[in-house]
């Protein structure tokens, strides 16, 4: 079986009537690089980038991030490697951020909110981002959004960004710009939200949780937590619908994407990409290989 799938490498991800989709890695550390590149990721899909958050006990400066992020687009050679604003708060602690204990952390002040509230902290990590854009093929991507003005306040501050590294006569690319959908609000407003954006890429984990109104910490909760209801799988119908028909491509990088019960139906919905933990990538194209 393992050496049957060290011959899909160098393979296209395309079902036997010619479909193709994506398939990309998730990656929550550089150390993680390895592993992508070993199972022949198309790109990077989802780049966690809280680890540079959550490894120091202060605020990573703008040169410790660009280096990062401009290691794994070099790494990348070319392929796209999709970074995730900062997603700390709720589960994900940095006792430097001073955040305040809360009573329901996933509901709480937490990624986006916090960019959006210390715009000095989001505007250095975006800085760090446009700068490394010269080194490869970087797009950004932010993550709980629930609103189109949060997206226009966030394309503000990116505006904001590159007219300083303008300023400063720094190069960057124009990068594209996307969203997690990984609020109920977020696919409901998705029709309203893909005019604003380059690209989706569904975060099933928090959508399952949110939909749900399911802790995903709480594992007393495990056989009420269902990432297959009709509910999400519903949502996840609408977003790709929406995402379509403004001519913008939509991906899934929560778990939920990796689950191969669900690939062909992902298939049928017209899913333009998935990311998934490296380990996942053959597999995954296996089954796409095989499907009609
Ligand atoms: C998700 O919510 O599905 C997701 C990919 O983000 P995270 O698991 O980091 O919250
Ligand atoms: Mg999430």
């Known amino acids: ?3 049957l799938l060290q011959t899909l490498k160098g393979k296209e991800n395309v079902t ?7 398939l ?13 590149l070993q199972n022949d990721a198309g790109g990077i899909g989802l780049f966690r980038s809280e680890f540079l958050y959550l490894e120091k006990d202060t605020f990573p400066t703008e040169e410790e991030q660009f280096s990062v992020y401009r290691q794994v687009a ?12 900062l997603d700390i ?22 990624a986006i909110r916090i960019c959006l509230t210390r715009k000095d902290i989001f505007k250095t990590q975006l800085r ?21 003005q949060e997206v226009k306040e966030i394309k503000e501050v990116a505006e904001e960004v590159k007219a300083e590294l303008d300023a ?3 190069p960057y690319k124009n990068i594209e710009q996307g969203i997690m959908v990984e609020t109920p609000a977020a696919a409901v407003l998705s029709d309203l939200l893909a005019e604003e954006v380059d690209f989706f890429s569904i975060g099933t984990n928090d959508l399952t949780q949110y939909t749900l109104a399911i802790d995903r910490q709480n594992t007393n909760l495990d056989k009420f937590y269902d990432p297959h ?3 999400v799988l519903r949502l996840i119908e609408l977003i790709v619908k929406n995402a379509h028909q403004a001519g913008i491509w939509v991906g899934i990088c929560g778990e939920l994407g990796a689950d191969m019960t669900l690939t062909k139906q992902f298939l049928q919905m017209g899913v333009d990409e998935l990311s998934v933990a490296a380990g996942c990538i053959l597999p995954i194209r296996k089954i796409i290989r095989e499907t009609k």
């Not at 050679?77 to 999709?82: F, L, S």
């Not at 446009?130 to 950004?140: C, D, E, T, W």
């Open 229 to 231: 209801s009709p509910a």
């Open 168 to 170: 400063d006569h720094i």
């Open 1 to 3: 079986q393992k050496e």
């Open 74 to 85: 070099e790494t990348m050679a070319g392929k796209p490697v999709i970074i995730r604003t």
């Open 128 to 148: 760090a981002i446009y700068r490394a854009s010269s080194y490869g093929s970087i797009a950004v991507m932010y993550p709980m959004i629930t609103s189109v």
């Open 24 to 36: 990309y890695a998730n990656i929550g550390n550089i150390a993680d690089l390895a592993a992508v």
């Open 89 to 110: 708060g709720a589960d994900k602690q940095a006792d430097y951020f001073h955040l305040e204990p809360e009573e329901n952390p996933a509901m709480g002040y937490r």
């Open 16 to 22: 036997l009537s010619g479909q193709k989709i994506k």
